[in-house]
């Protein structure tokens, strides 16, 4: 009590000079350092509202990426001292002293629609709030040649989830894994168009099968946070799943398309410019996969907890490699302008987006199901 009657004074001080603390629900977490501070700032500019400026806290021993940090301070007055925060957490426990007063509806939003939906696909066609200096160019140049990719050689980062990560919450998010071998053709799909394949991800990873075009980034010595970050930022686009790296790529401008996303709320995801596909359920006492009316008019639709799923008796079932391929190659053509959907395929997403309510996970979200996909497992949408 005495500490928090200490801290009121210099939270109304704060106030008076116009500054309030922005507290992330993670920075040991890429996908929310990079996604949460990328919502708060667009959808200042969408509503032209700002209350004073943010000073976000990032302790420099529990932040996923402290090279982004200082892409972000380019918008934010940046606290990495791990005291000083802790200090600022206690001040930021009063309403008033804080940026957002509720940081989960962005995107923890468990059993709720994820805010970052609604401001992503808002902000449409807009620039990138973030772009790479002239000088950090210049030093990845450098730096891809010593992973071998050749000069002005174009790339697609891609990752897929691993237990290795984070072992310690492992037990309920295991349903978000995926095998790395199922990305594999579609690297090579990839580099029979000209794009090299560029493995993110942490040492923990099992290595890759060699392939030519691939380069096994996450196990290589010259992995950093500044390399994650500009691989990211310079990629064509990014091959992911439910794993929040490719929001790096998000917050440079460029685009995803995530396979293997769990759950199945999760599949529209972001703007106009990402496309998903879904893991599968598999319902074991009937042998069956459920349809996807099933999914969403049940609370699956947004099961958040492996224990969810072994309890319901439902499987979520990777996507097979010829799925993960043929969304790849979906996505290139859609960066090169030369991707083609006809009248069936209009119907088939009108038909799946229709199925989200508000409270879905990705309900408002601007994003596409993959093209192939959704032909082929058509008949879960009768």
Same mark, same amino acid.
């Given at each position: 009590? !005495? ?12 106030? @008076? ?55 972000? %301070? ?5 606290? *990495? ?27 923890? @939003? ?16 807009? =620039? ?24 002005? =050689? ?11 990560? %984070?072992? !310690? ?37 099992? @290595? ?11 196990? %290589? ?40 996303? =769990? ?21 074991? *006492? ?6 996807? !009316? ?23 079932? *990777? ?8 969304? =790849? ?9 030369? @991707? ?25 979200? !601007? ?10 497992? %058509?008949?879960?949408?009768?």
């Amino acid at each position: 009590m !005495a500490r928090r009657a200490c801290a009121l004074p210099v939270a109304l001080l704060l106030k @008076a000079a116009g500054y309030r603390i922005l507290q992330l629900t993670r920075t040991d977490r890429i996908g929310h350092l990079a996604g949460e501070i990328d919502c708060v700032l667009k959808e200042d500019r969408l509503k032209q509202a700002r209350a004073g400026r943010a000073i976000l806290l990032a302790p420099r021993d529990r932040v996923a990426n402290r090279h982004l940090v200082k892409y972000w %301070s380019k918008y934010l007055a940046v606290v *990495e001292s791990p005291r000083l925060c802790r200090m600022l957490e206690k001040i930021g426990e009063f309403g008033f002293a804080r940026y957002r007063a509720d940081m989960h509806q962005y995107f923890t @939003a468990i059993g709720e629609t994820a805010k970052y939906n609604e401001i992503f696909s808002a902000w449409g066609e807009r =620039a990138p709030l973030l772009e790479l200096t002239a000088e950090d160019i210049e030093r990845l140049e450098a730096a891809l040649q010593q992973l071998g990719l050749p000069k002005g =050689a174009p790339f697609v980062c891609f990752h897929s989830r691993q237990p290795g990560y %984070s072992p !310690a919450d492992e037990h309920w998010h295991s349903y978000r894994n995926a095998s790395v071998e199922n990305y594999l053709p579609a690297m090579v799909a990839l580099y029979g168009q000209g794009l090299y394949g560029m493995r993110m991800g942490d040492p923990t990873m099992p @290595a890759m099968p060699a392939a030519e075009g691939l380069i096994d980034y996450a196990r %290589s010595p010259q992995r950093s946070d500044w390399m994650d970050v500009f691989l990211c930022a310079r990629c064509e686009f990014f091959l992911g799943n439910s794993s929040g790296l490719y929001l790096i790529s998000t917050a440079f401008g460029r685009p995803s398309a995530l396979a293997n996303l =769990a759950p199945m709320s999760t599949t529209l995801g972001g703007g106009p410019r990402e496309i998903g596909i879904p893991k599968l359920l598999w319902h074991e *006492e009937e042998a069956r996969h459920l349809s996807f !009316a099933e999914v969403f008019s049940s609370p699956v639709a947004n099961y958040r907890f492996a224990e969810q799923y072994a309890a319901a008796g439902i499987v979520a079932q *990777e996507n097979d490699a010829e799925d993960v391929r043929a969304l =790849a190659l979906e996505m290139l053509d859609r960066t090169r302008g030369v @991707a083609r959907y006809d009248s069936a395929d209009d119907d088939r997403q009108a038909r799946f987006r229709a199925l989200f309510k508000p409270g879905h996970y990705g309900y408002g979200s !601007a994003a596409r199901v993959g093209r192939d996909f959704l032909r082929k497992y %058509s008949h879960l949408l009768d």
